[in-house]
């Protein structure tokens, strides 16, 4: 009798002990993302439905167009672009073309020149309809630009979007770092 005791206080400690050491090496979403930094470390990352997507790949450009970019366009909008692969995350925000004055917050709607959109093919499906997400309305957010030197951008950004059935992700926590 004393000895099922023992096993069975065994047994239950056994069974509290497991599954507190598995979520502990359950990494946190949010610590996966990049420091929100100021230096040009060319990085993007955020949390979608609560998984973080991270672009850390570099600067992208015409010869590598995975990474992270910023373009400053005069007289339009200025546009932050994030692939690590084939999804894509873009916001475009108006400031007529100049620098905007730091600290500056943008809402992101439906308007072209102020929106942001998450493409998601990764089932290798072309870009369409139910894999395009795009600020609208009803589903909206914003972008900060917290620092600008004119060759680094950052900042952090959330948005809402939609996709044209109707169905919504949820981007948060959102933090770039730019070198242009």
Not at 3 to 20: D, E, M, Q, R
Not at 88 to 108: A, D, K, Q
Not at 110 to 128: C, H, K, M, V
Not at 150 to 158: C, P
Request: aromatic share 10%.
């Amino acid at each position: 009798m004393k000895c099922n005791l023992v096993v069975s206080i065994l047994l239950f400690a056994i069974c509290l002990i497991f599954p507190s050491c598995k979520k502990a090496n359950t990494p946190d979403p949010l610590s996966q993302l990049p420091a929100a930094t100021h230096s040009g470390a060319n990085t993007l990352g955020c949390l979608v439905n609560g998984k973080a997507f991270l672009v850390n790949v570099g600067l992208a450009n015409w010869n590598h167009p995975l990474g992270v970019s910023f373009s400053p366009y005069d007289g339009y909008s200025w546009e932050i672009d994030g692939k690590p692969d084939s999804r894509h995350l873009t916001i475009r925000f108006n400031e007529s073309g100049t620098n905007p004055t730091i600290p500056s917050t943008f809402n992101l709607t439906t308007d072209y020149q102020s929106r942001a959109e998450f493409l998601n093919p990764l089932d290798g499906t072309a870009i369409n309809g139910n894999n395009e997400f795009v600020t609208n309305v009803s589903n909206t957010g914003e972008i900060t630009i917290s620092y600008y030197d004119g060759s680094v951008i950052a900042g952090t950004f959330n948005f809402d979007a939609a996709n044209d059935s109707g169905v919504v992700v949820h981007i948060t926590d959102g933090r770039f770092d730019i070198r242009q």
